[in-house]
């Protein structure tokens, strides 16, 4: 039985599918519909996400899109991310998130009161792992492939999260604390198909199921309808595909403002194949989803 208790919030098997709502205090994040930045409507939107069912409110002062330019210096992810959680964390009683590549800005958003620290490059700033052994804060560890392992997109995922899991247990973090994300949109290739592959996208898929680096939205789709064989990995399951771009492949929406209902589908999808956290933007439509997709495992048993 997976398990993990993210600052005192128990998560796994057996529990239902928690929600985590999205803030973003980051003006250049790929959604612009999750962006807040003045204190009333960042609480505002808080309040709104506790109301709907969110767990967990997920702060991020940086966009971490990997297909858009989204540095800012380190002093300005760290104003952005401490003025927020610190509002946050003296607001509300359910834990606070920092999604952050960068243990200086973990270690300020901690001090201002998260709880939970979410890295979606998997400790690729070697301090990461130290910083939340010595805190004892929670962690959600994201997967960093593409680093010479040659290896299909989704044997690839695992051992980048078998890697980070290492440098976690190393550092001293108690496996019980972790949670893996196995970072959905971050890796691929990103150039689009021509019209006569999308034509054919069963012969697409299959042609680059196999490759090191596919398309961006191969690798997304085979995570998803393969996400259970991460369980191995012997850690609770976070995702993230909330209004993302590989969903703009069968519908059409290239907006991410006109993702939603796609992102309801892939969320409640997620539930069916074994997420048990469900990072989103939209926390009250995202539950309803996955509720129904608890049901509908219930019966499948």
Known sequence: MLRASLAGLEVGDGLPVRIMGVINVSPESFYKGSVRTGEREILETAEQMVGEG?????????????????HIPIEEEVRRAV??????????SQPVSIDTTSA?????????????????????????????????????VGARPGLGDNLPPVEQTIAALRRSLAKAVEAGVKLDKLV???????????????????????????????????????RDFLLLTRLDTLRELGRPILVGISRKSFLRIPTGRR??????????????????????IVRTHNPGATRDAVRVAEWLRLFQK
């Open 54 to 70: 969110a767990e967990i409110i997920d702060v991020g002062g940086r966009s971490t899109a990997p297909y858009l330019e989204t």
């Open 104 to 140: 200086e800005v973990a270690r300020a958003a901690l001090d201002a009161g998260a709880r939970i620290v979410n890295d979606v490059y998997g400790f690729e700033d070697a301090a990461m792992p130290a910083l939340i052994a010595e805190s004892g804060v929670s962690a959600v």
């Open 255 to 276: 907006s991410p403002e006109e993702r939603m209902h796609a992102s309801l589908a892939a969320e409640a999808y997620a539930a069916l194949r074994g997420a048990h």
């Open 180 to 218: 893996i994300d196995p970072a959905f949109g971050f890796y691929g290739r990103r150039e689009m198909p021509s019209e006569e592959e999308l034509r054919n996208p069963l012969e697409l898929l299959q042609r680059e199921a196999s490759k090191a680096e596919p398309y961006w939205f191969v």
């Open 83 to 92: 003025s927020a959680v610190r509002l946050l964390a003296g607001s509300f």
